[in-house]
């Protein structure tokens, strides 16, 4: 599968985003998605991830509340919906394709990654 994100941009803090992952190639339903921020030099820094099918939902403590991760199957797109962005939300955000259903907090268990996009929040 095939991964392109977009949506990233300049905000001011406090300010709204809205990412969107556009797959393409075999079947998107069958894989769960993740979203992760990337800083330089470091590993990729795990932000939300959603079911196959949608039903189940997980986020980092750091964005609980303040992000929403959502899909839609028949579109074969995954999004993201930062509110309340923090100066510390900048970085470099890439969507993920992961087979398995478990562990999704973890970059190791994904298979297919998409090109990021950048998030940048002035104060």
């Known amino acids: 599968v095939q991964l392109q994100a977009s949506g990233g941009g300049l905000v001011q803090a406090g300010g709204s985003l809205r990412l969107s992952c556009a797959a393409s190639?075999?079947?998107?339903?069958?894989?769960?998605m993740g979203w992760f921020l990337r800083a330089p030099g470091k590993e990729p820094e795990f932000v939300a991830a959603i079911s196959r099918s949608g039903d189940k939902t997980y986020y980092a403590d750091s964005v609980k509340g303040r992000f929403t991760i959502s899909r839609d199957n028949a579109k074969k797109e995954v999004y993201l919906k930062m509110n309340n962005l923090k100066p510390e939300d900048t970085a470099v955000y890439y969507c993920?394709?992961?087979?398995?259903?478990?562990?999704?907090?973890?970059?190791?268990?994904?298979?297919?990654w998409g090109r990021g996009t950048q998030v940048t929040v002035s104060s």
């Open positions: 993920a394709a992961s087979n398995r259903d478990y562990g999704l907090d973890l970059f190791q268990l994904y298979h297919y």
């Open positions: 190639g075999r079947a998107f339903s069958s894989y769960a």
